[in-house]
């Protein structure tokens, strides 16, 4: 973080100290305008942050933050192609794949927009193709559609695949990502061959997963079919066209991108075929409509009504001057079922750095931990630790005014959880009023004694509410967009680089070198006792 930012920080920090006793509460009988004056819309969402512990000093101390860090120029730099992402010498442009806009956007001198058009139209095609019959396989019409990939080739289209479950009237898809032979295996049992589409996802084209996940499934398909069903049933969406071509795959079943789309950025480009082979290409459009409405929100409205710089200034007000380490992603909304993990490499591989763009140890913690499961499970399981544990669990609670699916009061019983949580978290519940309901109850006052404290909920536990009118594929677009640019937000204040991912390639090389002694080939030389002592142990359980 830069000098005058960390001024800033400072009195943050400092404002922390002096309202540290301040009530979410107090500020509502303080403020009864308080709903509207801390809740923002952009399009079909709305944001209420209004349960947090944030006045409007804090508030404008927190956009103060911004400025000194440059945000406003840092935005500039992102949306006008400048290679903000140094390691790699690289712009960063997802927004291009989305920009549903007639302005071109330009990266290294060059409008990208022809080429993006050009491999959406593609898509599209093939998608129509595909979805109508006249793309087939050996055996007819495909039926089944299994994405190999990993990461950020593999998390967006789960995620949005599963979020959109109820538009997903194409062919059967399948998602194998793990290494763990169990992923295709599983999947494999339960496909046609003759009418099964494989999309290699591998920006790079070498990951190893990805990889050795193709060629198993490659194997596979030959054995049932032979070497010419190739062709047919395998597609690729990468980067490194020249490896897809050595793969077997044809020229015109290879759907490209670029160096400045990162893996975790990656769901809007050919990397979400997945997504548009089984929601149609109509509703991919939505969706990349609902990321672009939110792309110009983020470039155009004051930081005071900015939904993803409020995002993100409330995230840093927890991380920074509350000293909170986690952030909890509540979905009441079973088909985000994924989103929490799809939020966790977004977030935490583009912040969990602790080296600033200078070069500098960071001297402020950066990204928290990212965490969740959807609501009301999470309720029979983790929220007494959010009640009631030490920690401190900042959350954001996402839930739609209207079901995807409606039977009964299931809807309107979802929905008064979610609030009623919110409400419980700020609220608390009091000693007295512990011994009042006791009382009330007929409970001896010795028992009252013995039970009240462990009945008492600190409260004063702040969440955040999204609320949107239903999940259609334009509000999931705009809900990824807004976390995108959150996180981009929080990494400019905190002045790393949230584009690059080094921290996940040293146990990758590791791992290179351990598989020759895994499989027996070498022997367990140099390394440290406990991989040693493993290694010797694995050995023997499999008879070796
Ligand atoms: C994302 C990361 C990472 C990447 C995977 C898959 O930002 O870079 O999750 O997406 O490692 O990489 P490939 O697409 O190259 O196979």
């Given amino acids: 973080m830069r000098e005058i930012a960390h001024t800033v920080l400072t009195q943050l920090q400092n404002h922390r100290k002096e309202t540290q006793d301040r009530r979410i509460t107090d500020l509502f009988s303080a403020d009864p305008a308080r709903f509207e004056g801390y809740s923002v819309r952009c399009e079909e969402v709305l944001f209420d942050y209004s349960k947090t512990n944030i006045n409007g000093e804090t508030l404008e101390c927190l956009i103060e933050l911004a400025e000194a860090a440059g945000l406003s120029q840092k935005r500039d730099q992102l949306f006008s192609g400048h290679h903000i992402n140094v390691t790699e010498d690289r712009a960063v442009q997802h927004m291009a794949l989305r920009n549903m806009s ?12 022809p080429s993006v058009l050009a491999v ?37 289209p789960v995620m949005a695949a599963a979020a959109l479950k109820p538009r997903c009237d194409g062919p059967d898809l399948h998602f194998v990502s793990n290494i763990d032979g169990s992923d295709i295996l599983e999947v494999l049992e339960k496909i046609p061959p003759a009418t099964t589409l494989f999309i290699v996802a591998s920006k790079t084209f070498t990951t190893q997963e990805t990889m050795t996940n193709a060629q198993t499934a490659r ?53 979400g075929l997945s997504l548009m082979l089984a929601i149609g290409p109509e509703d991919f459009e939505e969706f990349l409509a609902g990321g672009h409405a939110v792309d110009r929100h983020f470039q155009a409205a004051p930081l005071r009504e900015n939904m993803p710089v409020l995002m993100a200034l409330i995230g840093i007000w927890h991380r920074n001057a509350c000293g909170y380490g986690t952030h909890a992603v509540l979905p009441y909304d079973n088909h985000l079922l994924r989103f929490p993990a799809y939020l966790q490499q977004l977030d935490m591989e583009s912040n969990g750095k602790s080296i600033t763009l200078e070069n500098q140890a960071a001297s402020t913690q950066t990204g928290p931990i990212v965490w969740g499961e959807p609501g009301t499970n999470g309720q029979h399981a983790f929220y007494q630790l959010i009640h009631q544990g030490t920690s401190v669990v900042p959350a954001d609670f996402l839930i739609a005014a209207k079901p995807a699916q409606a039977i009964g009061d299931h809807h309107e019983k979802l929905a008064a959880n979610a609030f009623a949580q919110t409400e419980a978290l700020m609220q608390g519940k009091s000693a007295k009023e512990v011994e009042d309901d006791l009382r009330h109850a007929g409970m001896s006052e010795a028992k009252i004694a013995q039970l009240t404290p462990h009945k008492v909920f600190p409260g004063n536990r702040p969440t955040c509410t999204f609320l949107y009118p239903g999940l259609t594929p334009f509000v999931l677009g705009q809900l990824v967009a807004l976390y995108e640019h959150k996180v981009f937000v929080q990494g400019a204040i905190w002045n790393i680089n949230s584009f690059d991912q080094w921290g996940v390639e040293l146990g990758k090389e590791l791992a290179g070198e351990l598989l020759p002694m895994v499989k027996g080939e070498a022997p367990a030389e140099n390394r440290n006792g406990s991989t040693v002592g493993l290694l010797e142990v694995f050995h023997k359980m499999r008879g070796k």
């Fill in 219 to 271: 194997d596979w398909l030959v054995k049932a079919l032979g070497e010419n069903a190739v062709a047919d049933h395998f597609i690729a969406l990468s980067t490194a066209l020249d490896k897809t071509a050595a793969f077997g795959i044809r020229d015109d079943r290879a759907f490209g991108f670029w160096d400045w789309v990162g893996g975790r950025y990656s769901v809007w480009s050919a990397i």
């Fill in 102 to 113: 007639n302005f071109p956007v330009v990266i290294d001198g060059q409008d990208v927009m």
């Fill in 120 to 156: 959406r139209a593609a898509m599209t095609a093939f998608s129509k193709g595909v979805r109508n019959g006249t793309i087939a396989g050996q055996g007819g019409a495909f039926t089944d559609v299994v994405n190999i990939g990993i990461g950020g080739s593999d998390l967006g």
